[in-house]
């Protein structure tokens, strides 16, 4: 029986997780939480700290959990600005979530990143086992993370299941502080403004994936028979990869008034050190992954979603596409 807990259910994957995870297993059968007080129309969510060991046991008790998709997380560029914070949340939040499932059979989902691999990981099909040499301090935390999860695998039998997730485009909230957030707010700005100054170099190409995909893969990975889990670390996934000018570019196909200019900052480093492109071969074969959306399907979707109402309000909190911008100055 499902009995449900996601953590950090009120940022960018969360918000969109917690809806398809309700549609399929019933409403009342997943308990959101997060640090933040609950709102008025909150629906079965907790108030939870995931470094706070003994109040994550006391919410699992309460709910008989069986299943935790553990997404509280800081990302790559805020976790830059505030690296102790970045690995107590990351590493501390996720040993408290493999403690508990550990004690109590519960099955985990960890979403890992792109962001563990680095310089010397090769940048055109990155196969899934090569070097992972990361930059930053949310790097070195999913680096550890999927090494914490091979081990309470491996030597405790926990069923935990990862995925080295790209960066994720979608409407419902925004992202939360991550280098590869440029693609959702260039898709924002160009409905609203009709221009945006872009973090990145044109030529910067990451691997990215609309949250459908991101969803269904998820869910693929998690009700997959664990004889077919032969990863335990993570799995690298792929949709697509382009560009921010070919971005630019297929805005301006829906968009044609829109324009794009470019000023680097920080992050700029951080996307150069991660790859261009993934091979997710071992995800396919396993079980049985394939990505939807290619780039333009994303954004002709994600024009029509925004415009002219944007952004449903999935949570009060949630704002129309107008997220506070990231203001952060180079940590470097
Ligand atoms: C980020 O940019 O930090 C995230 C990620 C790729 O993990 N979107």
């Known amino acids: 029986m499902n009995r449900i807990l996601v953590t950090g259910a009120r940022g960018q994957l969360g918000s969109d997780l917690v809806m398809a995870l309700r549609h399929r297993f ?153 280098t590869t957030d440029f693609a959702i707010e260039m898709l924002k700005a160009a409905i609203n403004h009709r221009t945006y100054t872009c973090f990145v170099r044109p030529e910067t190409r990451l691997p990215m994936m609309y949250m459908p995909d991101a969803i269904a893969a998820i869910l693929m990975l998690m009700q997959a028979d664990p004889a077919t889990i032969t990863i335990r670390s993570s799995y690298n996934v792929a949709a697509v990869s382009f560009s921010a000018a070919e971005l630019a570019t297929e805005i301006q196909n829906h968009l044609p008034d829109f324009k794009c200019d470019y000023q680097p900052d920080f992050r700029q480093a951080i996307a150069d050190s991660w790859p261009s492109v993934i091979d997710d071969a071992r995800a396919r074969a396993d079980w049985g992954w394939k990505p939807t959306y290619d780039l333009p399907a994303i954004v002709k979707d994600m024009v029509s979603k925004l415009s002219p109402t944007p952004y449903p309000l999935l949570h009060p909190e949630a704002q129309p596409c107008s997220p506070p911008p990231l203001q952060l100055s180079n940590p470097f």
């Open 26 to 178: 019933g409403a009342t059968r997943v308990i959101e939480s997060g640090r933040s007080a609950p709102s008025e129309n909150s629906f079965l969510y907790e108030v939870l700290d995931v470094t706070d060991h003994n109040r994550l046991q006391a919410v699992v008790d309460q709910y008989q959990i069986d299943t935790i998709y553990h997404l509280a997380s800081l990302l790559s560029a805020r976790g830059e600005h505030n690296p102790d914070q970045c690995w107590h949340i990351n590493i501390n939040g996720l040993r408290n979530v493999l403690e508990i499932a550990r004690s109590h059979h519960i099955k985990v989902f960890f979403p890992s990143s792109i962001a563990v691999f680095g310089p010397h990981t090769p940048k055109l099909d990155t196969p899934q086992i090569t070097v992972e040499d990361p930059s930053t301090m949310y790097g070195v935390t999913k680096v550890t993370g999927e090494l914490l999860c091979h081990y309470y695998a491996d030597r405790w039998g926990v069923d935990v299941r990862s995925l080295r997730l790209p960066g994720i485009i979608s409407y419902s909230a925004p992202p939360g502080g991550g």
